[in-house]
């Protein structure tokens, strides 16, 4: 890439503010298009759900339980509570949904002010539009997701320090922290922040500003407690362990004792109950997570899972699959011409080397996460893939104005048909992955949910196969 001057480049201004406008806009028309339609909650937007309602019954002693971040959920109790939500699975998704794609318009207002620091107004724009027409982002946002709110919060913190001026102001710091302490209520990955900055501020300071880096990123890392500090205390402490290992213990037996009872009984032998066919739930049923698998079926989740998982060899062609499939190959093509083209416009120094180092703390702590649970999802890659866009904006932009100047007749009109056509090649492959239906392949859970609800007394104990059906169990108000 071109060398750059090593400063940060444009400061948003309010000349900027219609092209941040037109973004949003675009971005939430976007969203809503695809939130519109029918869709089936994800199985983690079930937990979601129903954390938020646990919350409101006793949520010091569920946030010691459960093991996920329960950042989303508290914020969905608070929506639907101050909009008068009824207690119907409609009502909770459409409060989680809305939240989602509050967060998912913001990370394109973000990426568009991150890129327009790191480059030029036309390169901004054209990654606003790009985070825009996401593809994952798309998805994500119009499910039950805690995703783009942490990616939001997660931007809203590197924005912090991105956006003042050199050299950035002491209390930048700790608010940046806070922000990043609010996004790991949401998702664990927020952690990488601070080592990110902990490092930028060291290695950007002139050696006789060293021990001021180090009270800076301390300040920064206090922020973070402050915020972080209460979930982390109630969820994290080894008071937390014991009380969630209680817990498990007591569902598993009850369950071994529902499938013992249920096998003895012979009036179910009619209903075609498979030999380990479990109740989807009565007036009082189970937390999908407290319900124990065993037999055949933990026997045939484990080979899946085995059979499945990312070893230490195969994660970097793994997380390079994931992260080129996230923009459907788009971000990544375009990523990797800007790097190959030497005369591509570079970033401004201090915040790409940024950008760069929460990229390879994102990448890390991935990488730790897949080698303990051996699973990978473009999910988890999210903070390092959004951080590609500006770079693919950049190569896009200076790959159509090579394409304009080599042309045998560079004419206004030339220009803008290869713009057009550079336009159609980049956003076509994403926005048909973008507009599919969201969870389509678990539309009938919700259907046969939705009749469950509609047919069945409130005292009917249903039977089926206790796998992948908590979406089921969701819309027959059985959570």
Known sequence: MADHNGDMTTTPHRTHIPALLAIVALA????????????????????????????????????????????????????????????????????????????????????????????????????????????????????????????????????????????????????????????????????????????????????????????????????????????????????????????????SESSQSDSGHHARDPSIRTAGARPFAAPIGGPKARSTNDRAITGPARSAIAGHYFANAVGPLKLPQRMAEEWARSGRYVFAALFLAGLLIRSTPSAARPLATLCGLIAIFQLLLVAARV?????????????????????????????????????????????????????????APMAGYGFRPVNAGRLTLREAGCWLRETAAPDDVILADDLNLSQAQYYADRI
């Not at 790191?118 to 994500?140: E, K, N, S």
């Not at 001021?212 to 969820?235: E, Q, S, W, Y």
Request: glycine share 8%; with cysteine; aromatic share 10%.
């Open 28 to 251: 939430a028309i976007l969203r809503a298009g695809v939130a519109a339609p029918k869709a089936c909650v994800s199985r983690d937007g079930v937990w979601f759900v129903e954390m938020a309602k646990k919350l409101a019954d006793d949520p010091v002693r569920h946030m010691r339980i459960e093991t996920k971040q329960p950042g989303l959920s508290w914020v969905m109790l608070a929506t639907h509570s101050a909009f008068g939500g009824t207690d119907t699975p409609e009502s909770w998704q459409t409060t989680g949904t809305l939240i989602a794609g509050v967060g998912g318009v913001a990370v394109c207002a973000l990426v568009y002010l991150l890129a327009l620091r790191l480059f030029d107004p036309t390169t901004a724009i054209v990654a606003g539009i790009f985070a825009a027409f996401w593809p994952h982002g798309m998805q994500l946002s119009a499910d039950v997701l805690s995703d783009m709110p942490h990616l939001a919060l997660y931007l809203a913190a590197l924005g912090i320090l991105a956006l003042g001026e050199r050299p950035v102001a002491i209390w930048r710091w700790p608010l940046a922290g806070a922000i990043a302490g609010l996004a790991y209520w949401f998702r664990l990955e927020a952690l990488g922040f601070l080592p990110a900055i902990a490092v930028w501020a060291l290695v950007t300071a002139p050696r006789t500003q060293r021990l001021k880096a180090v009270g800076r990123a301390t300040l920064a890392g206090i922020g973070f407690a402050v915020i972080a500090g209460p979930f982390v205390v109630l969820a994290r402490a080894p008071a937390a362990w014991v009380e969630r290992s209680a817990v498990r213990d007591s569902a």
């Open 371 to 427: 080698l303990k649970y051996g699973e990978l999802s473009s999910r988890y890659m999210l903070t390092a893939i959004a951080l590609t866009i500006p770079w693919a904006a950049a190569a896009f932009v200076h790959l159509i104005r090579l394409a304009v100047v080599r042309s045998r007749n560079p004419s206004h009109g030339r220009a803008m048909t290869i713009w057009a056509m550079g336009w159609l090649l980049a956003l």
